[in-house]
Antibody
Framework: EVQLVQSGAEVKKPGESLTISCKGS????????IAWVRQMPGKGLEWMGI????????IYSPSLQGQVTISVDKSINTAYLHWSSLKASDTAMYYC????????????????WGQGTLVTVSS | DIQMTQSPSSLSASVGDRVTITCQAS??????LNWYQQKPGKAPKLLIY???NLETGVPSRFSGSGSGTDFTLTISSLQPEDIATYYC????????????FGQGTRLDIK
């Protein structure tokens, strides 16, 4: 069974750093892309970026580039989302999702999702 | 950037009704369009990929159509368990490559 298991909820203060994780199992981790998707309270889905675990190629959303860092450790089948300095506006639910992405076709859809990590940033 | 316009933003329908949600892309995206269902407090679930392919395990009352710039998600006979928010999503492979979700359609039972 394909599973993406995310790290637990976090409560942080503005200016603090944070890394959340997403561990894949039940499939070949290095042959599917992993994306991060943000959902702010009461709002829709927003794509943040996507990484390919085999070679760590990463594509960021232009609106979020520089605000977060996406990384992956394929030796432990885990992807990460990192903030160096959190803001109150980073308060949201964050999902990782497995993606079939074919740049040539083109095609990219998310067929398996993590359970979500709630990040709350408040002073 | 490709912009996605999803409509309506909310919709009320009766059990058994045929429901249609549309998504329009600002540029031709071929058939690179997917549909998701999200229930409150849950992660999204893939329903339709590449415009018209039904994801394994999804009931056959869900279907997708369209290509180019105009796409449709149809529920042929609305069931109570279909109450959710629905999102379209596209992939643009022209640099800078990116992925965009529609604004969402909240579906309620009348």
């Amino acid at each position: 069974e394909v599973q993406l298991v995310q790290s637990g909820a976090e409560v942080k203060k503005p200016g603090e750093s944070l890394t959340i994780s997403c561990k894949g199992s039940g499939y070949s981790f290095t042959t599917y892309w992993i994306a991060w998707v943000r959902q702010m309270p009461g709002k829709g889905l927003e794509w943040m970026g996507i990484t390919y675990p085999d070679d760590s190629e990463t594509i960021y959303s232009p609106s979020l580039q520089g605000q977060v860092t996406i990384s992956v450790d394929k030796s432990i089948n885990t992807a990460y989302l990192h903030w160096s300095s959190l803001k109150a506006s980073d308060t949201a639910m964050y999902y990782c999702a497995r993606s079939h992405l074919d740049i040539v076709v083109p095609s990219a859809h998310f067929d398996s999702w993590g359970q979500g990590t709630l990040v709350t940033v408040s002073s | 950037d490709i912009q996605m316009t999803q409509s309506p933003s909310s919709l009320s329908a009766s059990v058994g009704d045929r429901v249609t949600i549309t998504c329009q892309a600002s540029h031709d995206i071929s058939n690179s369009l997917n549909w998701y269902q999200q229930k409150p407090g849950k992660a999204p679930k893939l329903l339709i990929y590449d415009a018209s392919n039904l994801e394994t395990g999804v009931p056959s009352r869900f279907s997708g159509s369209g290509s180019g710039t105009d796409f449709t998600l149809t529920i042929s006979s609305l069931q109570p368990e279909d109450i959710a928010t629905y999102y379209c999503q596209q992939f643009d492979n022209v640099p800078p490559r990116g992925i965009t979700f529609g604004q969402g359609t909240r579906l309620d039972i009348k």
